[in-house]
């Protein structure tokens, strides 16, 4: 699995947010649709919510490919 660090300067940073910061989709609706098909796991559950805050020290995983770890 490919993982990458995202330095983020709030406290927190939306899901869909963080995909498309991270270059993992080009676009907000890219990232409705992968949250909503359940390919996307935070901290090791699937979410299926567009706005769950991210903070430091968390990670997503899409489709099992790509982590990302929230710094």
């Not at 490919?2 to 709030?10: C, F, G, L, Q, V």
């Not at 995909?19 to 979410?47: H, M, Y």
């Amino acid at each position: 699995m490919e993982s990458h660090e995202i330095k983020i300067h709030t406290e927190f940073i939306k899901l869909q947010d963080l995909l498309k910061f991270a270059g993992a989709v080009e676009t907000g609706g890219d990232a409705k649709l992968i949250i909503q098909e359940g390919r996307v796991s935070v901290n090791g559950e699937v979410c299926t919510m567009r706005g769950k805050k991210m903070r430091p020290g968390d990670r997503c995983s899409i489709d099992n490919e790509l982590e990302l770890v929230v710094q």
